[in-house]
């Protein structure tokens, strides 16, 4: 479904902040695609926007503080343009939007619009009444019709001369791990019909996008419907967008432990735009704590998982999250994680203090762990994943790796690009590889990159 913008709408301009994940980002430049035909064209600053988006996440520590004290600052943009005789509309997205819509509309009535994840092909009604009406709209529900199926083309690339494009596929999770808000944000596990999905991936590839990282918050969970309406699973769509003419690599995220199958292990092997870089999160290694996070799984299957993933593609490097100080966590159950991080080995890994939130299953729970003592538990694995981290950059020197450049550099001369490990990677080299997967040889490591210098001129198919 296509729709010409409105081309006599009058110019409008709108800002989005965007907190939070991949998704998020994703969104939110959905929300100025749903919006364009209704003349809102994007501004870099709140304090001239005729309209602003705090599109918000929910998934850790006062994050509905957070969400008060920006609103408090947008509310004094809000007066000032008010004396001035502009009208601002203040909406606020995402999933604290989802979890305390009436509780915004309560403690900040100077709000407009409250909208869920679920309901931003809505925006443009909603965006119709608050105008009209004066008074607050809120859209919270987890609407019947999937939302992809009514939101306009997204116009590809998000950002021009992107070589990297972010590309929704499932939304939702119904595995209701006993910290996580996300089955009560963003509702049940849905995915985007595969015809869509390659629709968009077809326009990005076609706009100069290479590299195509595929979102959801269960992604390796995905079961689209497929255009001859059988039910795809990601194994099969990966194979039918690295037929896409351009697109020369494709990853994923996030993916649950759970979900991982022989055959996608198979496609890491034997699909070579798969890039062999997987965020996998395992949250803790004790099997007590990970039992009362609901995850479905053993720390031992989580090794034995990794263990087939290496066997079918050895170069292949993994990320985590952890959750430090779970409700229940022992000193024991630490040492279980710690025992294995030291047994897989992370390329990269985000580790937080347990924070309990709101109507989930944990919260309630007794035997929460103090404070002091997830700080300690939380210093010493970060420690040990800063080191493993390190090693893994470390081990890079020397060796040749394809790199995909994507712009220029921070000194004059450099282009900089991404490893297929994700690894930020430089070179001297000239302007017009940008945009192309050309070999370096890595000859040095900083603290968050990787410098190096280029193999040969020419370059990779
Ligand atoms: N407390 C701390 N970390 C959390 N995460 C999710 N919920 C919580 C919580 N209540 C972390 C998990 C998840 C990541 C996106 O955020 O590790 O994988
Ligand atoms: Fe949250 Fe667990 Fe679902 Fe991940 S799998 S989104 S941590 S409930």
């Given at each position: 479904?296509?729709?010409?913008?409105?081309?006599?709408?009058?110019?409008?301009?709108?800002?989005?902040?965007?907190?939070?994940?991949?998704?998020?980002?994703?969104?939110?430049?959905?929300?100025?695609?749903?919006?364009?035909?209704?003349?809102?064209?994007?501004?870099?600053?709140?304090?001239?926007?005729?309209?602003?988006?705090?599109?918000?996440?929910?998934?850790?520590?006062?994050?509905?503080?957070?969400?008060?004290?920006?609103?408090?600052?947008?509310?004094?943009?809000?007066?000032?343009?008010?004396?001035?005789?502009?009208?601002?509309?203040?909406?606020?997205?995402?999933?604290?939007?989802?979890?305390?819509?009436?509780?915004?509309?309560?403690?900040?009535?100077?709000?407009?619009?409250?909208?869920?994840?679920?309901?931003?092909?809505?925006?443009?009604?909603?965006?119709?009444?608050?105008?009209?009406?004066?008074?607050?709209?809120?859209?919270?529900?987890?609407?019947?019709?999937?939302?992809?199926?009514?939101?306009?083309?997204?116009?590809?690339?998000?950002?021009?001369?992107?070589?990297?494009?972010?590309?929704?596929?499932?939304?939702?999770?119904?595995?209701?791990?006993?910290?996580?808000?996300?089955?009560?944000?963003?509702?049940?596990?849905?995915?985007?019909?595969?015809?869509?999905?390659?629709?968009?991936?077809?326009?990005?590839?076609?706009?100069?996008?290479?590299?195509?990282?595929?979102?959801?918050?269960?992604?390796?969970?995905?079961?689209?419907?497929?255009?001859?309406?059988?039910?795809?699973?990601?194994?099969?769509?990966?194979?039918?967008?690295?037929?896409?003419?351009g697109l020369s690599r494709i990853r994923y995220t996030t993916s649950h432990p759970r979900d991982m199958n022989d055959a996608l292990i198979a496609a890491h092997r034997d699909l070579p735009e798969l890039m062999p870089f997987l965020h996998l999160p395992v949250q803790s290694g004790s099997d007590r704590i990970l039992r009362a996070m609901n995850r479905g799984h053993t720390a031992d299957e989580y090794r034995d998982l990794v263990h087939r993933l290496r066997a079918a593609k050895p170069d292949l490097a993994l990320s985590s999250d952890f959750i430090i100080g779970h409700p229940g966590e022992t000193d024991e159950?630490?040492?279980?994680?710690?025992?294995?991080?030291?047994?897989?080995?992370?390329?990269?890994?985000?580790?937080?203090?347990?924070?309990?939130?709101?109507?989930?299953?944990?919260?309630?729970?007794?035997?929460?762990?103090?404070?002091?003592?997830?700080?300690?538990?939380?210093?010493?694995?970060?420690?040990?994943?800063?080191?493993?981290?390190?090693?893994?950059?470390?081990?890079?020197?020397?060796?040749?790796?394809?790199?995909?450049?994507?712009?220029?550099?921070?000194?004059?001369?450099?282009?900089?690009?991404?490893?297929?490990?994700?690894?930020?990677?430089?070179?001297?080299?000239?302007?017009?590889?940008?945009?192309?997967?050309?070999?370096?040889?890595?000859?040095?490591?900083?603290?968050?990159?990787?410098?190096?210098?280029?193999?040969?001129?020419?370059?990779?198919?």
């Amino acid at each position: 479904m296509t729709r010409t913008p409105d081309q006599t709408a009058p110019s409008r301009a709108l800002h989005v902040i965007t907190w939070g994940c991949q998704m998020n980002v994703y969104d939110s430049a959905r929300m100025g695609d749903v919006l364009r035909p209704l003349g809102y064209q994007p501004v870099d600053t709140p304090d001239t926007a005729d309209m602003i988006i705090l599109n918000t996440c929910h998934i850790r520590d006062r994050a509905a503080e957070k969400v008060f004290s920006e609103l408090g600052r947008l509310r004094l943009i809000k007066e000032a343009r008010k004396a001035e005789g502009q009208q601002t509309i203040i909406a606020v997205a995402g999933c604290v939007a989802q979890a305390e819509g009436q509780e915004i509309l309560a403690r900040a009535p100077y709000v407009d619009i409250v909208l869920g994840p679920q309901t931003y092909h809505r925006l443009p009604e909603m965006v119709a009444r608050a105008a009209r009406a004066g008074n607050a709209v809120i859209e919270t529900d987890f609407p019947t019709e999937q939302k992809f199926d009514f939101l306009p083309e997204a116009e590809a690339p998000q950002t021009p001369g992107n070589y990297t494009a972010f590309l929704t596929i499932q939304e939702g999770c119904d595995k209701f791990c006993s910290f996580c808000v996300v089955p009560y944000t963003r509702g049940a596990e849905s995915s985007r019909s595969v015809q869509s999905v390659l629709a968009e991936a077809r326009r990005m590839a076609q706009s100069g996008v290479r590299e195509i990282s595929l979102l959801g918050q269960n992604v390796n969970a995905y079961h689209g419907e497929g255009p001859d309406g059988t039910v795809w699973d990601l194994t099969r769509l990966a194979y039918a967008l690295a037929e896409i003419p351009g697109l020369s690599r494709i990853r994923y995220t996030t993916s649950h432990p759970r979900d991982m199958n022989d055959a996608l292990i198979a496609a890491h092997r034997d699909l070579p735009e798969l890039m062999p870089f997987l965020h996998l999160p395992v949250q803790s290694g004790s099997d007590r704590i990970l039992r009362a996070m609901n995850r479905g799984h053993t720390a031992d299957e989580y090794r034995d998982l990794v263990h087939r993933l290496r066997a079918a593609k050895p170069d292949l490097a993994l990320s985590s999250d952890f959750i430090i100080g779970h409700p229940g966590e022992t000193d024991e159950d630490f040492e279980a994680t710690m025992q294995l991080v030291r047994d897989v080995g992370f390329a990269l890994a985000y580790s937080f203090k347990y924070s309990p939130r709101p109507g989930t299953p944990a919260a309630g729970a007794p035997l929460q762990v103090p404070e002091d003592v997830k700080d300690a538990r939380l210093q010493a694995l970060q420690k040990l994943l800063r080191e493993q981290q390190d090693a893994f950059n470390a081990s890079m020197v020397g060796k040749t790796v394809p790199v995909l450049f994507t712009g220029k550099g921070r000194k004059p001369g450099q282009i900089a690009g991404r490893s297929p490990w994700l690894q930020p990677v430089h070179v001297i080299g000239p302007d017009r590889l940008i945009g192309q997967t050309v070999p370096v040889r890595i000859t040095e490591r900083l603290t968050n990159s990787l410098g190096g210098i280029l193999e040969e001129e020419n370059v990779y198919a």
